[in-house]
């Protein structure tokens, strides 16, 4: 094949690639075996080991991961990422409606989402293309991350329109995998993981990125930090935004129209927690304004238009319920 034929068999093999990576790692419905996917991933690298001056920075080639970095560079966030207020049962639920109402009025609704249990990281495209990713931080300085992040199947190397937007996510790695990590590291006597939480969190401070493209992490993105070109009302529809952007958006985020409902959703998953791939340790509730955000602004940690009701500690939850069975 000469260069000009495998220059249009790459992009051919790009395109195929990044939509059955979306289909398989952002909706969770594939749309070919993994079989095929190897194969055309194995024929890509082929033809980029071939054409090195052919390999493009969108390339899901990236996704195996490049050579090490020396060290990570610092980044300062452009809009700090805040951390949140925490509520720890219904009577602080009702106390933060009763402040944001008699900040913003009785006609106030929320959106309710699950507080997954991982690394919280920024993610920068220009003009679609990631640019790069970096760890939370103090919430106004964190880590250069973007060669680690961009082994993340579930992130977007390209958004399916070419916005320049900033989108604040959790890295997380699913329980099953966080398993089988430590069943391996185990096997090898190395230390192992505490929690899903300590092992994205881990993976994603390393500097090879060849190791973070193991580790089998994903991505649920859940806010907008800053965005050209786009006007949303309301956090609900910011999240729709994301997913019509190509990211993991979580299918539990909610409506809720009163602090009942929220507090009914909280009820809900503190139940269900178990039966979900991927640890969560609380709620994340919102108001669903954007105009409400403006004025309800922020204290010097956290936003006053969010809080996160935290579920109690599994431990001390089986320490409770021996004691009633005994
Ligand atoms: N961990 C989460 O699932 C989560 C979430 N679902 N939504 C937000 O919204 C941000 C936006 C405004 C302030 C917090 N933050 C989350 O986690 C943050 C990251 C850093 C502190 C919180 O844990």
């Keep these: 094949m000469d260069k000009h034929q495998a220059e249009k068999r790459l992009k051919e093999l790009r395109l195929l690639l990044e939509d059955y990576g979306y289909h398989y ?25 071939d054409y090195p001056d052919l390999v493009t920075e969108d390339s899901p080639s990236v996704r195996i991961g490049g050579p090490p970095a020396p060290s990570f560079k610092k980044v300062a966030h452009r809009v700090p990422m805040m951390s949140l207020s925490n509520a720890f049962n219904e009577e602080d639920l009702r106390a933060f409606d009763r402040r944001v109402r008699q900040a913003v009025g009785e006609h106030v609704s929320y959106v309710c989402e699950l507080k997954f249990d991982g690394l919280a990281v920024s993610l920068t495209y220009e003009n679609g293309k990631l640019v790069r990713g970096a760890t939370r931080g103090d919430g106004t300085i964190g880590e250069d991350i973007t060669n680690n992040l961009r082994t993340v199947p579930a992130i977007p190397l390209r958004l399916k329109q070419p916005y320049s937007i900033e989108v604040r996510g959790e890295a997380y790695m699913p329980k099953a995998s966080f398993e089988r990590l430590n069943e391996a590291k185990e096997q090898a006597g190395e230390e192992k993981f505490a929690n899903p939480r300590n092992a994205a969190a881990g993976s994603l401070r390393q500097l090879d990125p060849k190791i973070a493209a193991k580790r089998n992490l994903s991505l649920f993105a859940y806010s907008i930090g800053e965005v050209e070109g786009k006007n949303v009302q309301t956090h609900f529809d910011s999240l729709m935004f994301l997913k ?8 539990e985020a909610a409506k809720c129209e009163t602090i009942e409902d929220v507090i009914a959703y909280t009820e809900k998953w503190s139940e269900r927690r178990h039966e979900l791939p991927y640890e969560i340790d609380g709620v994340v509730v919102k108001v669903n304004s954007l105009a409400d955000h403006e004025k309800l602004g922020f204290t010097a940690k956290s936003p006053r238009w969010a809080t996160a009701f935290k579920f109690p500690a599994e431990e001390v939850l089986t320490v409770l319920r021996d004691i009633e069975l005994n």
């Design 25 to 49: 790692y952002v909706l969770d419905t594939p749309k070919v075996p993994d079989s095929e996917y190897d194969r055309l991933m194995n024929e890509l690298l082929q033809l980029e080991a």
């Design 244 to 251: 019509e952007l190509g990211f993991k958006v979580n299918e």
